[in-house]
């Protein structure tokens, strides 16, 4: 009895279920988007994803072709994965897609006051400029680089104390210490942590987190209906990450007051520069106050230290696995800086295998893969297809440095390929944009370009290096760990020795 009673029922909920997906391809076709993989009912697309989308989605473009749109979940979204496409969407069309698609587990407490995530708005275009003109112009890095070059300093002479120990060198974890220290000294004249300390271990794991949290696959951000029980809880478990960085922000900020409100000299720092625009300690005129403050600080030191840290390591771990590259670029640093042994900022322009390393690494291990989604503000016909307003958008440039299309060889690691071209990628060559294009261009790239030349030249000109016996026969673990940022799995650890 009780099967006759439910099999009606059963009935109509396939009939209802094929009825919805029918329709739903049916509006697919007629509102003319991008083609791309058939969805399914209610998941759309997403059993594609995986846990590595910017492999999943260079894939489905092979099939589908570099402008694709797929269904996750309830949000249409739209995939780029050529430079014929991005400039379209990054510099034809790039007032519709300056705003962002901000994930749900940021949360608004911060991205209300986020660079990153703020709407393209009088409001970001006043804190862009902020960054722009007072900490990444080129005269305020000019005049830090013998801040630079004294982190820099801290980091070999650490390398050596190790090397003299015989204990291999984490990487990843002293170039992201050097670069959080760098931050730290800019923006509040002093050190977050040092070398020596596990502190440092800790907030690159705060940071780590941070960034996997929010390139987390979340189902609130393709069903949004749900995003007010965050299922996953990746929104709450982000606040408390944020709240962690915030207690050291507020220290340094309740510090800078009370000098203030004391009579001591200033430091004419960056925090004294965003006191300034707060009328000193009431930190309320010009749109900037105690919260826009800690997201400040937040976007700054996680993707400041995060992206720089990650590229030097990515560029460690193709050189010892290509003895040759490592070889000439050895060999051009002793051409060039000779028996001084110790590389400044105007070296580097004189160090073209060294360019050419960078930016083969940049093409290969892109910092952020999808870059950050942005939104379609309005509908917009590209290429013959309507791109729908609210539609999500991401740009696959890990793809885009993959493409045979694009590459000779693309999954080889050659820097030569840079020799002879004048490709770069601060902006305008759409082949290689790993700090993105246009209005939303990372506005940090200029001081990030510098700390990444500079640290990895210093290692390589006052150390050799080379891999311990276990990883020498096993083999080096390329696995990367998706994010935000695209990180290597496994830390990358070898064995220095002094020059």
Not at 20 to 40: E, N, Q, S, T, W
Not at 125 to 140: D, V
Not at 226 to 243: E, G, I, S
Request: hydrophobic residues 45%; charged residues 25%; positive net charge.
């Amino acid at each position: 009895m009780a099967a006759a009673v439910l099999l009606p029922w059963l009935v109509w909920l396939v009939v209802s279920l094929l009825a919805v997906f029918l329709l739903d391809l049916f509006a697919h076709a007629c509102r003319g988007l991008p083609p791309g993989p058939r969805p399914l009912p209610l998941l759309g697309s997403l059993h594609l994803l995986g846990d590595q989308p910017h492999r999943s989605l260079a894939r489905l473009a092979k099939i589908h072709g570099p402008l694709m749109s797929l269904r996750l979940g309830s949000v249409t979204t739209v995939v780029v994965s050529s430079p014929e496409v991005a400039r379209e969407f990054l510099q034809k069309h790039d007032a519709v897609f300056a705003s962002r698609s901000v994930p749900d587990a940021v949360g608004d407490d911060h991205a209300r006051n986020s660079v990153p995530w703020l709407p393209h708005s009088t409001r970001w275009r006043a804190l862009r400029k902020i960054m722009a003109t007072e900490l990444f112009a080129p005269h305020r890095l000019d005049a830090l680089q013998g801040l630079r070059r004294e982190k820099v300093q801290e980091l070999v002479d650490h390398v050596g104390r190790l090397a003299r120990e015989g204990t291999a060198v984490d990487v990843g974890h002293v170039a992201f210490t050097t670069s959080l220290n760098l931050l730290s000294r800019t923006m509040f004249s002093c050190d977050l942590t040092s070398l020596d300390d596990v502190g440092s271990k800790v907030f690159q794991e705060v940071v780590t987190e941070i960034m996997e949290t929010v390139g987390r696959p979340n189902l609130s951000d393709f069903f949004p209906a749900l995003a007010a029980v965050d299922p996953q809880r990746l929104r709450r478990r982000l606040a408390r990450l944020f709240a962690r960085l915030h207690k050291v922000f507020d220290v340094e900020v309740d510090g800078r007051l009370r000098e203030r409100d004391a009579g001591k000299p200033r430091k004419n720092d960056f925090l004294d520069l965003l006191l300034d625009a707060t009328g000193g300690g009431g930190l309320s005129t010009a749109g900037i106050d105690r919260d826009t403050l800690r997201s400040f600080f937040t976007d700054l030191f996680a993707a400041g230290s995060d992206t720089s840290s990650s590229t030097v390591e990515w560029a460690m771990v193709e050189l010892l696995r290509n003895p040759v590259s490592m070889s000439k670029l050895c060999n051009e640093l002793v051409g060039v800086i000779g028996s001084r042994r110790t590389i400044e900022e105007s070296d580097i322009g004189h160090l073209p295998y060294l360019q050419a390393v960078v930016k083969e690494t940049f093409r290969l291990h892109p910092p952020v893969p999808l870059l950050l989604p942005r939104q379609a503000e309005v509908a917009t016909e590209i290429m013959g297809y309507i791109i729908p307003k609210g539609a999500r958008v991401l740009i696959n440039v890990w793809a885009m440095g993959r493409d045979e299309d694009i590459w000779f060889e693309p999954k080889k690691f050659m820097p030569e390929r840079f020799l002879e071209s004048t490709i770069d990628f601060r902006g305008g060559d759409f082949g290689l944009i790993p700090f993105g294009e246009g209005r939303r261009i990372c506005p940090g790239m200029p001081l990030a370009t510098r700390m990444v030349h500079l640290v990895l030249a210093s290692l390589l000109n006052k150390f050799k290096w080379r891999l311990p016996a276990e990883v020498e026969r096993n083999g080096v673990d390329m696995a990367e760990k998706f994010g935000v940022t695209l990180k290597k799995a496994s830390p990358l650890c070898a064995i220095a020795t002094p020059i």
